[in-house]
């Protein structure tokens, strides 16, 4: 992630060190506090890296959703990498006094159908429907290896994701009121495009309250993915690192073309 970074956008990385307190590319690996600012960093360097590119539609993935509504005009930069440290902050001492909280993932043929059940049986979330083969349950750690079992009896792979708590579920609901009200002191434009959020899977009406949701809703990535395509979108552009959203677009789509940065 560091090279993207110092190669397009090297006054992004000075500017994010400043606002967590140290180089988060250093820390990534201990914890969402570093890994969303240097994720979102990455992110921008990579939209500049292929000419900040401008589609008719935009959306991200959680904490890609920031660095989505700056390509659309409607947040600054600066704003957005403020928000993000804020977020990767407030995320993991929200998963640390909850204590217990995990994440499972559920990989194989019909996980986006089967998730749900599992969850209800087992009192969990579906934190992340990212694509048919592919859903993120979220919850208490206890919870995790019965889940687990009764996914593999399904036909599942089950996996214990190394995580600081139970993202995208309502164990991080401590987490939402600084949050809501550092949104509250963030100005906000008209996005140029449409900007869908990953929390209704259909373009932003409510820009603040849905990034506050986004903290405990699931990410409603396999939706939002069809409802782009639904729309009339047929070429998928990835400027974050990796290629994690690329591959789930092809397990989710057919016949749209997929770039990275």
Do not use: Y
């Not at 990535?221 to 069809?226: A, G, H, N, Q």
């Not at 989710?252 to 997929?258: C, P, R």
């Amino acid at each position: 992630m560091r090279e993207i970074v110092e190669q397009h956008r090297p006054d992004l990385h000075e500017h994010v060190t400043a606002i967590v307190g140290e180089d988060p590319f250093a820390r990534a690996a201990d914890g969402t506090r570093f890994a969303q600012p240097a994720i979102l960093c990455a992110s921008l360097a990579g939209w500049e890296a292929l000419g900040r590119p401008q589609g008719d539609l935009l959306a991200g993935h959680s904490l890609g959703e920031l660095g989505a509504l700056v390509a659309a005009g409607a947040l600054g930069e600066s704003d957005a990498l403020e928000l993000v440290a804020l977020r990767g902050r407030l995320m993991q001492q929200a998963g640390e006094t909850a204590g217990d909280g995990g994440m499972l993932a559920l990989l194989g043929r019909g996980a986006a159908e089967h998730a749900p059940g599992l969850a209800d049986a087992h009192g969990l979330a579906v934190a992340n429907d990212n694509s048919p083969q592919q859903v993120v349950l979220s919850g208490a750690r206890g919870a995790l290896p019965a889940a687990a079992t009764d996914a593999e009896e399904l036909g599942l792979r089950a996996m214990t994701l190394s995580v600081t708590g139970a993202f995208h579920s309502p164990m991080m609901a401590s987490a939402a009121p600084e949050f809501a009200a550092a949104l509250e002191r963030v100005e906000l434009a008209e996005p140029a495009v449409p900007v869908l959020s990953a929390v209704t899977a259909a373009p932003f009406d409510d820009v603040r309250g849905r990034l506050v949701e986004a903290l405990t809703s699931p990410v409603r990535w396999r939706e939002t993915l069809l409802a782009m395509h639904a729309l009339g979108a047929e070429r998928f552009v990835e400027v974050g690192p990796g290629r994690v959203l690329t591959g789930l677009a092809k397990r989710t789509l057919a016949d749209v073309e997929l770039v990275n940065a």
